[in-house]
């Protein structure tokens, strides 16, 4: 009979070595200007993803691809070193690179400090 110790030691260490890929849900609200909306931040096991700004329509949209995929949308240009996307929603090149990584604090639209975001508790693969 293995003894419990050995089962949980096993199961531990089955658990934690496999990567976890999961994307997570976010509400978005400026007080400043209004703007509002959802994005996503993380892509998941199968996709990565990267969280932009489409100025031509005034919205939140993601730009995602296969993990380990030969073709990785690549920006059409570069606004002061952020990458600029083609928008899958209205075609146009104007999906910027909202950088939550080095400044999750300003809105995308009008650079205000004056935001809320919050998980909705969604997380997706």
């Known amino acids: ?10 199961s531990l260490l089955l658990t934690i070595s ?6 997570t849900e976010y509400v978005f609200s400026c007080k ?7 994005y996503g931040m993380g892509g998941g096991f199968f996709f990565d993803e990267v969280s932009t700004y489409c100025t031509n329509k005034d919205h939140f949209v993601s730009i995602s691809w296969n993990r380990g995929a030969w073709f990785i949308p690549r920006p059409v240009r570069k606004d ?10 209205c075609k146009t090149p104007t999906a910027k690179k909202w950088p939550i990584e080095l400044d999750p604090k300003r809105c995308p639209r009008c650079r205000s400090t004056n935001i809320i975001t919050k998980e909705t508790g969604l997380q997706y693969d």
Do not use: E, S, T
């Open 18 to 23: 496999f990567p976890v890929f999961a994307g």
């Open 80 to 89: 002061d070193g952020i990458p600029i996307y083609k928008c899958p929603q």
């Open 1 to 10: 009979m293995i003894p419990r110790l050995a089962i949980a030691i096993v």
């Open 32 to 38: 400043k200007c209004d703007l509002h909306g959802r």
